[in-house]
């Protein structure tokens, strides 16, 4: 997979893509290539990639000796900033107050197989049979500092995975202000800059805009990934859709603050950079230390948007999420949260999980209220022992109750967090985030622990032990429900670390906590949270498998979520629940077919009332949930395929899930707000499907030739007059197809369940 050429061009390729780089004239590391497979790359190809005998006008020369060599028009793989190069670098680093305009000049190279998963840290991990790691070392002599730069690639995917460290080999401490881990470079300006960003309970919408000469972002400064703005990000070229055109995307692995930024300059280059933010962020390095950067995943497709999030889905899956749960199926779990909130006993939760049990549901998740004395937001975060109110007979009694209906048991934590009124903060207010200022911010009545400190994270782990131990349990719901504000460890400061390593620190202590569930607990399946989908990022999937997306769980909202969650996420790392209607966060009324529909692509789950539903909610849930267990292979970890290209005010999704042999598919279709008097032949394109073969399309033969040309049917929608054939009326629509190839000469197939 990786190819030195003449011990100056390294060429990464894989069936999908080729990555190449080489040695510049001044001994840095230029940027040739990133896209389609090259194939083997001649002599001359090189020359023609390489050779420039001129500059761009208007720029300063990099050295005396070469008149015509500038980095300002030069691509490059690690740029620094100040030294003929006027954008943007990708590394600061300071000497006392003095800035330092770095000259890494390449010294050696060394090739490895395969990647370790080592819970400390997340990155991409692969055996030695799926992937090669090029480590290109470099160095700055004068300022003795080491750089090296990784770059991995795996079998099969359109994917280069960068990270890179610095070492201080000098006597004097350094000061990194800046430290980027991924870094590409285009040619061109033609693309628009898509992110996916929003709010509490609107998050990850695609947004979508033209690039022009300058500079465009998305990040974020709250401790978190965070819900305004996710760290996947995207450049997608003009004319680029669903299914064709070319589409790079970057991603960081990586849950803390972060920056994805792309500049265009005055020649319309392009020069995307993602890794931590540099806004209050500094690490002092003294001699002989190292500093490393997160993993950045730099992808490519020219098969637009469906062909991006195949591969960031596909990779996440195999290369990120722990093995053990990539294709292991979830449990449909009953969340007592939107059901109750905080008014519950044992015997409540009981009688909700014996009905949801009922209903066919697989795991009883005890949220937020179960701990302390909390029967509201305003205490007992950090005291992780039951309520002995709600929990008259022990949390234990209660576990082997709901084990022995055969359901899993999960529970509720937000570990970071600690009450003002709590035993945990009597005993230890010096453990908060908070400024020796007297005024300290406070969100939803409640304080962030220092997980920079390493004796509170095993505090609060002691704690969680032993509930899980007394439980046996199954499965964790970890939330996170505030951000940081006036950012300021008690320890570091006794430590006299710097307070600018606070937030990449903090982040070091949560993967620490993970870790260590994780290494006594490694059958524990945890689902990540935070006040809904505010760290919904690659660094908590790399520990948790599904996460909460939205505190949103209205089905129209979803939407969105999920449609932009999808371009950088699995289907498999939702967690999808169906809620009541009118729903609670936007008081919408929907069907609780389309609640069903939209919640079953990916891991479905309950968090409604049940002991308010009626028989025929009842029988509408058993039949979903008979039907999500005969298909659920192919619902979490089928091939997701949006029908229809999704724009910020969409009125029309459709959602598509395909099995590898393209056998068999479901397929949702959603329209918003009815359409008055629409049409009775509308038709939806299914490209992904087999020409050459039949379906049954709800029992129905097509073949496949007409689905990818002409297409399904769009539901027979109202229209004033079709009172008795209408198959979809009012607003808030679903309709739903399920797909089956037919083989010739059998009778036809099972539908598989009934949708
Ligand atoms: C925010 C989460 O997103 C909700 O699902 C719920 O767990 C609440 N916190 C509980 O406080």
């Given at each position: 997979m990786i190819e030195v050429i003449n011990g100056n061009v390294f060429h990464l390729q894989n069936n999908r893509i080729s990555y190449v780089f080489y040695i510049m004239k001044n001994d840095q590391l230029g940027?040739?290539?990133?896209?389609?497979?090259?194939?083997?790359?001649?002599?001359?190809?090189?020359?023609?990639?390489?050779?420039?005998?001129?500059?761009?006008?208007?720029?300063?020369?990099?050295?005396?000796?070469?008149?015509?060599?500038?980095?300002?028009?030069?691509?490059?793989?690690?740029?620094?900033?100040?030294?003929?190069?006027?954008?943007?670098?990708?590394?600061?680093?300071?000497h006392e107050n003095e800035p330092w305009y770095l000259d890494f000049k390449f010294v050696r190279y060394h090739l490895s197989k395969g990647k370790e998963r080592q819970l400390a840290v997340p990155s991409a991990y692969a055996a030695a049979d799926e992937s090669e790691t090029l480590t290109i070392q470099l160095s700055d002599e004068e300022h003795r500092l080491d750089l090296s730069l990784s770059f991995s690639i795996f079998t099969d995917f359109a994917v280069i995975a960068k990270n890179q460290q610095i070492v201080n080999r000098g006597q004097d401490p350094v000061r990194i202000q800046k430290m980027l881990s991924g870094v590409?470079?285009?040619?061109?300006?033609?693309?628009?800059?898509?992110?996916?960003?929003?709010?509490?309970?609107?998050?990850?919408?695609?947004?979508?805009?033209?690039?022009?000469?300058?500079?465009?972002?998305?990040?974020?400064?709250?401790?978190?990934?965070?819900?305004?703005?996710?760290?996947?990000?995207?450049?997608?070229?003009?004319?680029?859709?669903?299914?064709?055109?070319?589409?790079?995307a970057a991603n960081l692995i990586y849950s803390g603050n972060f920056l994805g930024q792309v500049e265009v300059d005055e020649w319309d280059n392009t020069r995307l950079m993602i890794g931590i933010n540099p806004a209050y962020f500094s690490w002092e390095l003294n001699a002989d230390e190292s500093f490393s950067t997160p993993e950045a995943l730099l992808f490519f497709s020219d098969q637009g948007l469906n062909g991006i999030s195949n591969q960031t889905g596909r990779f996440a899956e195999k290369h990120i999420i722990d093995r053990k749960w990539s294709n292991e199926i979830r449990p449909i779990v009953f969340n007592n949260w939107e059901a109750t909130y905080f008014d519950f006993d044992?015997?409540?939760?009981?009688?909700?999980?014996?009905?949801?049990?009922?209903?066919?549901?697989?795991?009883?998740?005890?949220?937020?209220?179960?701990?302390?004395?909390?029967?509201?937001?305003?205490?007992?975060?950090?005291?992780?022992?039951?309520?002995?109110?709600?929990?008259?007979?022990?949390?234990?009694?209660?576990?082997?109750?709901?084990?022995?209906?055969?359901?899993?048991?999960?529970?509720?934590?937000?570990?970071?967090?600690?009450?003002p009124d709590s035993d945990l903060y009597r005993l230890h207010p010096e453990w908060v985030v908070k400024h020796p200022y007297s005024r300290a911010s406070v969100g939803r009545g409640q304080f962030v622990l220092d997980f920079a400190d390493p004796k509170v994270v095993d505090a609060i782990y002691g704690q969680l032990k032993k509930v899980i131990l007394d439980t046996q349990l199954d499965y964790i719901k970890w939330d996170m429900n505030r951000n940081i504000t006036e950012a300021y460890s008690n320890y570091l400061s006794q430590k006299k670390i710097d307070q600018t390593e606070f937030f990449h620190r903090y982040i070091l202590g949560v993967y620490?906590?993970?870790?260590?569930?994780?290494?006594?607990?490694?059958?524990?399946?945890?689902?990540?949270?935070?006040?809904?989908?505010?760290?919904?990022?690659?660094?908590?999937?790399?520990?948790?498998?599904?996460?909460?997306?939205?505190?949103?769980?209205?089905?129209?909202?979803?939407?969105?979520?999920?449609?932009?969650?999808?371009?950088?996420?699995?289907?498999?790392?939702?967690?999808n629940h169906v809620s009541a209607s009118p729903n609670h966060q936007t008081e919408r009324i929907t069907s609780l077919k389309m609640r069903q529909d939209v919640a079953m692509f990916g891991p479905l789950g309950y968090e409604l009332n049940l002991a308010a539903l009626s028989d025929h909610e009842k029988e509408e849930i058993t039949a979903r949930i008979a039907f999500y267990k005969n298909n659920r292979q192919l619902l979490t970890f089928g091939t997701f395929y949006q029908l229809i290209e999704v724009k910020e005010d969409s009125n029309e999704y459709a959602w598509a899930v395909f099995n590898e042999e393209k056998t068999e598919a479901v397929i949702a279709f959603f329209r918003i707000l009815a359409k008055p008097n629409s049409s009775v032949q509308e038709f939806?394109?299914?490209?992904?499907i087999?020409?050459?073969?039949?379906?049954?399309?709800?029992?129905?033969?097509?073949?496949?030739?007409?689905?990818?040309?002409?297409?399904?049917?769009?539901?027979?929608?109202?229209?004033?007059?079709?009172?008795?054939?209408?198959?979809?009326?009012?607003?808030?629509?679903?309709?739903?197809?399920?797909?089956?190839?037919?083989?010739?000469?059998?009778?036809?197939?099972?539908?598989?369940?009934?949708i």
């Open positions: 940027h040739l290539y990133f896209g389609n497979p090259l194939g083997r790359l001649s002599e001359m190809d090189i020359r023609y990639l390489i050779e420039r005998n001129n500059k761009s006008g208007g720029t300063v020369k990099f050295s005396q000796e070469d008149g015509m060599f500038t980095l300002a028009d030069q691509a490059q793989e690690y740029p620094v900033y100040g030294s003929s190069d006027f954008k943007e670098g990708a590394i600061d680093v300071f590409l470079e285009l040619p061109s300006a033609d693309y628009d800059f898509l992110q996916l960003s929003g709010a509490w309970l609107k998050e990850r919408h695609i947004k979508r805009r033209k690039l022009e000469q300058g500079t465009v972002s998305a990040g974020s400064l709250k401790g978190a990934s965070g819900h305004q703005h996710n760290p996947f990000i995207a450049l997608v070229e003009k004319n680029a859709d669903n299914n064709k055109g070319n589409v790079y044992q015997k409540k939760l009981l009688a909700l999980a014996k009905a949801g049990k009922d209903l066919g549901m697989e795991c009883f998740v005890i949220d937020d209220g179960w701990f302390g004395k909390r029967d509201n937001a305003k205490s007992s975060l950090g005291d992780w022992y039951a309520d002995p109110k709600k929990f008259p007979d022990g949390l234990g009694k209660f576990a082997r109750q709901i084990h022995e209906m055969k359901l899993q048991l999960g529970i509720w934590f937000e570990p970071e967090m600690i009450s620490s906590l993970y870790a260590k569930i994780l290494t006594d607990f490694p059958e524990i399946l945890i689902e990540g949270c935070a006040g809904g989908g505010g760290r919904y990022d690659l660094g908590i999937l790399f520990y948790s498998p599904q996460i909460w997306p939205s505190d949103d769980s209205d089905a129209v909202e979803r939407l969105k979520i999920q449609s932009g969650t999808l371009l950088g996420y699995p289907l498999s790392s939702f967690s939806l394109k299914v490209p992904f087999c020409t050459d073969r039949t379906y049954l399309v709800n029992g129905q033969t097509v073949s496949g030739q007409v689905l990818k040309n002409i297409g399904i049917r769009k539901p027979y929608q109202f229209n004033g007059v079709n009172h008795d054939q209408a198959e979809v009326k009012g607003d808030f629509q679903s309709y739903t197809y399920y797909l089956k190839e037919k083989i010739p000469n059998s009778s036809g197939g099972s539908s598989n369940g009934k």
